[in-house]
């Protein structure tokens, strides 16, 4: 690809764009839907801490998904947090976010009894984004993530 490959100008909903690559810790990722189990469209409505989002991703630890920019995307700011179907307090996952090979946004430990957090990451001049889930160190069970109304801007 080149990059007048990447996405158009204007402000997108990640969940709308096609990814390049896609890997999963628990069944496939998610468009607009939690992760559910390991079925494809077996998802609720994406939901963190009693906040429900209509566009999103539905992932699990350990996830990689990623998107070709082209150089031309500037930000992604996007919710994070363990969605509501892990049950209460259970799941523990960090949220990160790569430009290229460069971590530009990190959400910290986040587990099923935090509300959702906010992460904004700079892309310029980035040929490529790369969402990660890690399981913060205990284990991957209940870790279902979810990027909340994710939201990229490219010029």
Not at 2 to 20: K, N, R
Not at 39 to 64: E, I, M, P, Q, W
Request: proline share 2%.
């Amino acid at each position: 690809m080149t990059c007048g490959d990447g996405p158009a100008a204007g402000t997108h909903a990640l969940s709308d764009l096609s990814w390049t690559s896609a890997v999963n810790g628990w069944g496939p990722v998610e468009r607009d839907r939690s992760n559910g189990e390991q079925a494809a469209g077996d998802g609720r409505t994406l939901t963190v801490n009693g906040t429900t989002y209509a566009k999103g991703l539905g992932t699990h630890a350990g996830s990689t998904v990623t998107y070709y920019l082209g150089g031309s995307c500037t930000t992604l700011t996007t919710g994070v947090g363990v969605d509501d179907e892990s049950g209460g307090a259970n799941g523990s996952v960090v949220f990160q976010i790569y430009r290229d090979g460069t971590k530009v946004a990190d959400s910290g430990r986040l587990t099923g009894a935090d509300a959702s957090g906010e992460l904004t990451a700079d892309l310029t001049g980035g040929l490529e984004l790369r969402l990660v889930i890690n399981d913060s160190g205990d284990g991957i069970n209940y870790d279902h993530a979810d990027w909340a109304a994710p939201r990229l801007t490219c010029t």
